[in-house]
């Protein structure tokens, strides 16, 4: 072991992490502000700044975010030669680039198989719902003009505020713009992202359907127009998941033993395993952008015919409504 190479290349690595200190120590007391815009910036914007000892800048927005991946995308990659998938996934990002930039949006991130897109404020429900639409038009043609292959994608799309700062370092030469990137903060972007997990998916859940007697409580007494039913055991079938059914269950010992008793139910008829399967839409709006395209555009035949429909199945840290469909452009 070559012990003066081995202790010069610690010093060095001492001098870069007091390097990242200083680097941690900047951002960290020098002030960032972000400026309301009804643009989508860019990488290449002045108002957005990141520098060493200077004021951080960054730049805020109202808009919809739209979030599209393709579906099944290890499985497929699993199936088919990496020519295939290559040609597929390039096809695919450059047919929505060009979607984004018919129905007036901007890609601001290409991660894989995931694009997200960024309207302008103005307009910005009806624009991103026909992009969300336009994209879906677009796996279905591509899914019929490869053969043994079922291609299809997710889009969600949330609205809200969006802060965006610029990341990165400043380099010389090809890696210049390697090395620099947007980060885009906010709500709306998170729940795009979770809703596209979801759409065109279809989940199994696990209920335990229990027969037995569940106590019943009235609150207000024995009243015709609120519940006619004294409080006492009632003989009903309640769905549980897995973790709620362990959850009631505890074990009581008596002169017989050891006894399983339940804090919801007595006197089990039976307990059924059920498979509940949910698949969601292709289309996933938040209630947000369902509601703002909704008055945007109150006379379009997907908004008079109710085709837009409320999903049922409640999405993981989703805490308002989804409205979910599968479109398409019909032309005559």
């Not at 003066?4 to 941690?24: A, G, H, P, Q």
């Not at 120590?25 to 520098?51: A, E, M, R």
């Not at 991946?69 to 295939?84: A, G, W």
């Not at 839409?281 to 085709?307: M, R």
Request: hydrophobic share 35%; glycine share 6%.
């Amino acid at each position: 072991c070559d012990l003066s190479y081995l202790s010069t290349n610690i010093m060095s690595r001492k001098d870069f992490m007091t390097s990242i200190e200083s680097v941690i120590n900047d951002w960290k007391s020098t002030s960032f502000n972000f400026f309301p815009q009804q643009y989508v910036p860019g990488l290449d914007d002045s108002s957005l700044t990141y520098g060493n000892g200077q004021e951080k800048k960054g730049i805020e927005i109202n808009t919809c975010v739209l979030f599209v991946d393709i579906r099944n995308s290890v499985e497929l990659t699993k199936d088919k030669q990496d020519r295939t998938m290559g040609r597929l996934y390039s096809v695919f990002a450059h047919c929505v680039l060009l979607a984004a930039q018919e129905e007036g949006g901007f890609v601001r991130n290409i991660i894989g198989d995931r694009v997200m897109i960024v309207f302008p404020p103005d307009k910005c429900y009806t624009k991103a719902v026909h992009c969300a639409i336009t994209i879906n038009h677009i796996a279905m043609l591509i899914d019929k003009k490869i053969d043994n292959l079922e291609f299809k994608c997710g889009i969600g799309v949330d609205y809200g505020r969006m802060r965006v700062m610029k990341v990165g370092i400043v380099k010389k030469g090809d890696e210049n713009d390697d090395n620099k990137g947007l980060v885009w903060i906010g709500y709306p972007a998170n729940y795009a992202s979770r809703l596209t997990d979801c759409a065109n998916k279809e989940f199994v859940d696990i209920v335990y359907k229990v027969d037995a007697n569940f106590y019943h409580h009235n609150y207000f007494g024995v009243n015709p127009f609120l519940d006619t039913r004294a409080s006492g055991y009632y003989r009903e079938t309640k769905d549980f998941t897995a973790e709620e059914l362990a959850e009631s269950l505890s074990v009581q010992q008596n002169e017989l033993g050891a006894t399983l008793a339940s804090s919801k139910f007595i006197n089990v008829q039976s307990i059924q395993r059920v498979e509940n399967k949910y698949t969601y839409p292709s289309i996933l709006l938040s209630e947000a952008v369902f509601n703002g395209y909704k008055k945007e555009q109150p006379l379009t035949n997907d908004i008079t015919e109710g085709l837009w429909e409320e999903q049922k199945r409640k999405i993981r840290d989703v805490d308002f409504k989804v409205f979910g469909a599968d479109l398409f452009w019909v032309f005559s």
